[in-house]
């Protein structure tokens, strides 16, 4: 499963209203591509979902997860952190073994080098 938390919600209907977009079809949408220091990469962008994304809503807000990339954020939890390495959605990710500097990209457990 999937978690998008309660301040990650909040941000994303105050990013939705900010931008005047429709909150009724408009979300966060996530998926996992190549790419990364460290071989994967989160790719995130705002707007309607695409042809079978899953759907997680909370208080509302949507986040729509590219269907492929399913399996590897099983278990991550979506938050919005403003700190001063800089403000946005960050990926919790527990099936990740390693993760760059900035936490946008990560190397699974399953191609991990033990």
Known sequence: MITLSAN???Q???LV???N???GSTGLR???ERGGCAGLQYAMSVGAPEA???TIERDGARLYVEAGSVAQLDGCVIDYEDGLSGA???VNNPNAVRSCG???SFEPAATSRT
């Open 12 to 14: 994303l209907h105050l």
């Open 21 to 23: 977009l429709d909150a």
């Open 102 to 104: 900035c936490g946008t």
């Open 52 to 54: 079978d994304d899953v």
């Open 30 to 32: 996530l998926a996992v």
């Open 88 to 90: 946005g959605f960050r």
């Open 17 to 19: 209203r900010e931008k």
């Open 8 to 10: 990650a919600s909040a």
